[in-house]
């Protein structure tokens, strides 16, 4: 399922990130790579905020939906 379908506050493992290859890099550079977990932090007018790596990261809902979980 798509990281957008996630609750706040589940920590959930990436799967694989979906997109062109550029978008799958950004992604990745970000820290969203297959086997990480991240946490749902909250979600506010269509952008949700993510713990990854110790990292906090605002992420739109189109970049959100390409990082299955």
Do not use: H
């Amino acid at each position: 399922m798509p990281l957008t379908m996630a609750r706040i506050g589940d920590q959930i493992c990436i799967k694989r990130i979906t997109g062109k290859d550029e978008t799958r890099k950004f992604l990745e550079r970000l820290g969203f790579v297959a086997g990480e977990f991240v946490t749902i932090v909250s979600t506010l007018g269509g952008s949700m905020i993510l713990n990854v790596k110790n990292a906090r990261v605002a992420l739109d809902e189109d970049m959100a939906r390409r990082i299955m979980v």
